[in-house]
């Protein structure tokens, strides 16, 4: 199983409650545990602003790459402005289309970044620059490669940037499973969203999941499940409010895993948040989740 990623990811944020030093702490976790073989790693390109354009307005791509943001943008985006940030979201963007293409040609592939899901066309909030995951569909779309996507967002948080770029699309299935009481607000409506109340814990939770996946997936066949593995809605992380276990979360990837598997579809899967009091977690919560991908790719 092929891995995309790039020590640029990293947004070299300091202290900020973003973690961004997960990426390339994953990364090294699994090369350690030997999850990962270094010729496993894909290191991407830059999407180019043609393949940003399919999502983002052309006056936000200019006012992203000149530096001209208005104070309130920036301030909207939770997180600081430079071009490093600019180089690190185009980078990933890239880096979700080219696991997109690794997930066709060998059933799952990850890119260990991205899920950007707060991301909207005409701006970002919410740590989320560009919506990788709507760029990757619709490049991968525009190739042929597939024409029809669903997305798998198990983020703590609603995939409310996903659900406004595919609100009027038919061809993408939006689904996302999220603490109600939780930004975003207003949650823009997905094809299905399964709100799950403050403090639900594992069972109920896979209950839920395993109950809204099974509805999305016989209401709709993809070509590809574009999974958005968030660490979020694990109980010790600060900007969630469940209390889903370790185990529980990795039983979470082990469901998305099987129900796209049992149909055969590939499954491309991002990391999105995860903000865990305890960093180690975090790291640990992503690296089960490549360690489940890899049982369930080909061998
Ligand atoms: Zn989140």
């Known amino acids: 199983m092929k891995l995309v990623y790039s020590d640029q990811y990293d947004l070299n944020l300091g202290d900020h409650v973003f973690p961004s030093v997960k990426y390339r702490l994953t990364k090294e976790k699994l090369l350690r545990d030997g999850i990962v073989r270094p010729e496993d790693l894909v290191e991407p390109a830059p999407a180019s602003d043609e393949d940003v354009a399919l999502v983002h307005h052309r006056e936000y791509i200019r006012k992203l790459k000149t ?18 940030l600019v180089r690190a979201v185009w980078l990933c963007a890239g880096g979700s289309i080219l696991a997109g293409r690794l997930a066709l040609a060998g059933n799952i592939a990850v890119n260990v970044g991205g899920g950007f899901h707060h991301a909207f066309p005409d701006h970002g909030e919410g740590f989320c620059v560009l919506h990788d995951v709507a760029i990757a569909i619709r490049r991968l779309q525009k190739e042929g490669a597939i024409q029809r996507a669903m997305t798998v967002d198990c983020d703590v948080h609603q995939g409310n940037g996903t659900a406004e770029i595919f609100a009027a699309d038919p061809t993408v299935f939006t689904f996302s499973i999220h603490q109600e009481r939780n930004y975003p607000y207003p949650k823009p409506a997905s094809n299905l969203d399964v709100n799950v109340e403050d403090g639900t814990e594992d069972e109920e939770y896979l209950a839920a999941l395993e109950d809204g996946l099974g509805q999305a997936l016989a209401e709709f066949h993809p070509d590809m499940v574009f999974y958005l593995a968030g660490a979020d809605p694990y109980r010790e992380d600060q ?7 370790l185990h529980g979360i990795e039983r979470r990837d082990r469901l998305v895993l099987q129900a796209a598997r049992a149909k055969n579809i590939p499954v491309m899967i991002t990391l999105a948040g995860g903000y865990a009091r305890s960093l180690e977690d975090t790291i640990r919560i992503h690296s089960n989740t490549v360690r489940a991908a890899k049982e369930f790719a080909k061998p």
């Open 67 to 84: 530096g001209t943001l208005s104070y309130l943008e920036i301030l909207r985006l939770e997180i600081p402005y430079s071009p490093e």
């Open 239 to 245: 900007l969630g409010g469940l209390k889903l276990s």
